[in-house]
């Protein structure tokens, strides 16, 4: 990740303009006041973090990154992090090396809308959407394939039974963080945060995997991933051979939460213009892991028995809120 910052001064910067809430078109051209709206970035206001410590913020809550993120204290760094607009919630649920990868790029947290989606892939071959309606149903569908599993593959009952059938309890979602535009000024600079938890499986199981796609004008500068057991990290390896999305793997039998960041880039001629970034989470049954298939805005797996999740988000480009 590219690191920004200032070394002894612990400040933070953010950027953007003044009547930026008031710059956006509905549409992705891009008038001259637009820009000269968003150009507007050079008006700070000092934010005390506590008696030691301040930061300064550009007038659109956006923050640059500091180098020395490890003199920080704790609490220094959950209210730098509160500055970027994320809540106790999200900042809890952080690892540490997620919490610092933050703070150290810096930007600020935009507002997105997501919505995420359940399916499951079961042994004789169909795929069940999962809702409300539906959920116990399915729930013993997926019971009954993981006893047949378990049958199949010589594990026996006792082996399993400390564990709930309710195998893949999972939670995820996005965060989408803005640090201004490029240095020529014709590409605003985002990061997909997309951070995952499952609960252990009861059965031995393949790798997990792990997707997120973008529309076809993005361009990825960069793209990282770690997973996680307690508070010990370990960087992932990322697939980057698609220009729409990454992915990477995840071992749940042996870690419990990881991140995939990816920076990208959008042109400033789609100012205004509604925009979304999707992730899909795959988890086996079965020792066999399913490949990663990336198009625009678009993640895909192989044939597989076992739970997939989808989320996607939305927002306006160029804009801290989701009402530019």
Known sequence: MKKKGILATL????????????????????????????TKIDIVQKKAIDPYLSVDKYMDGRVVGIENVDILNENQKTKILEEMRFNSEEIDAMPEQLKNDLLESGGVKVEINTNISEEYHSLDGKTYVVNEKNKELIQNIKSAD???????????????????VNDGTFSAYHALMYSGKTSNAKEFVYSYVTYYTIAPPIIPTGNDKIGTAWQ????????????????????????????????????????????????????????????????????PYTPLSP???????????????????????????????LNP
Do not use: C
């Not at 910067?13 to 820009?35: K, P, Q």
């Not at 298939?293 to 999740?309: D, E, H, K, N």
């Open 11 to 38: 400040v933070l910067l953010l950027s953007f303009s003044v009547n930026g809430s008031n710059a956006f078109a509905s549409d992705s051209s891009t008038s001259e006041v637009e820009l000269n709206a968003l």
């Open 146 to 164: 993981l006893k047949e599993i378990q049958k199949e593959s010589g594990l026996s009952t006792m082996q399993t039974a400390k564990n709930s």
């Open 216 to 283: 076809a004008y993005v361009t990825r500068t960069g793209a990282t991933a770690y997973n996680y057991r307690g508070n010990s990290g370990y960087q992932g390896s990322v697939d980057v051979s698609s220009v729409y999305g990454t992915s990477t793997s995840f071992n749940s039998e042996f870690y419990t939460r990881g991140y995939m960041q990816n920076n990208i880039n959008i042109p400033v001629t789609y100012v205004g213009l509604t925009t979304n970034f999707s992730s899909s989470y795959a988890h």
């Open 291 to 321: 490949a990663v298939s990336i198009g625009p805005l678009a993640v895909s797996f192989s044939s597989f028995i076992g739970s997939q999740w989808t989320w996607g988000s939305s927002f306006t480009v160029g804009s801290t809120s």
